[in-house]
């Protein structure tokens, strides 16, 4: 069974402070996926990385794919309180159609 | 707004029971994905309908079923239900059956068992 481990689970900071958040796993994934959740909405696509070692930036955000495409990271610089929410990895698992989350990292930024 | 819609918001109701949640896809996408999220378990994969038929199972108890209809709504029946069912209830949609593509999430339906 694929899994995918997310940490920290949680995670409160100051505006303007930078920090990572990972996702790993023991099973190579053909893509990973980031979704952030914000409360009393569904999870909403931020980004997919396909090639290991592959990186992509969203504004501050910056996203990794592991060379052995078995983990990942966000990196979020200078994070402003509009960064708060759920953030979640993802991988297609079974032929693409089943996609596996991780259990999420919690998010705070405080003004 | 992602274009899925999802009713009721909210339900709340009694061990035993059952119910029925309903699902309206983005326009043209064929695809439907159901997941539950849960507190300890996190989300969870149910099951996936493309054009009418099922796709894929994920972790879906055989209390529950679904079923996708000839205009592209689908419905997540759940019966004997029981506390442990609580949760919220994602529906998601894509526009291709082989899950690469982008899921568009609902913003879903929170469950109460009591």
């Known amino acids: 069974t694929q899994l995918l481990e997310q940490s920290p689970q949680f995670l409160s900071i100051q505006e303007g402070e930078n920090l990572t958040v990972y996702c790993n796993s023991s099973s190579v994934f053909s893509s990973l996926q980031w979704y952030r959740q914000e409360p009393g909405e569904g999870p909403v696509l931020l980004v997919t990385?396909?090639?290991?070692?592959e990186v992509k930036k969203l504004k501050r955000l910056t996203f990794q794919f592991g060379d052995a495409r078995k983990d990942s990271s966000l990196h979020i610089t200078a994070a402003q309180p509009g960064d708060t929410g759920l953030y979640l990895c993802a991988g297609f698992s079974g032929g693409y159609n089943k996609l596996i989350f991780g259990a999420g990292t919690r998010l705070a930024v405080h003004p | 707004d992602s274009g899925v819609t999802q009713t009721p918001k909210h339900l709340i109701t009694a061990t035993g029971q059952r119910v029925t949640l309903r699902c309206s896809p983005r326009s043209g996408d064929l695809s439907v994905y159901w997941y539950q999220q849960s507190l300890d378990q996190g989300l969870q994969f149910l099951i996936q309908?493309?054009?009418?038929?099922?796709?894929a199972k994920g972790n879906i108890l055989e209390r529950f079923s679904a079923q996708q209809f000839p205009d592209l709504h689908s419905e997540l029946n759940l019966s004997s239900l029981e506390l442990g069912d609580s949760a919220l209830y994602f529906c998601?949609?894509?526009?291709?059956?082989?899950?690469?593509?982008?899921?568009?999430f609902g913003p879903g339906t929170r469950l109460t068992v009591l």
């Open positions: 309908y493309y054009n009418g038929e099922e796709r």
């Open positions: 998601a949609s894509s526009v291709e059956g082989q899950g690469k593509n982008e899921q568009f």
């Open positions: 990385v396909v090639t290991g070692g």
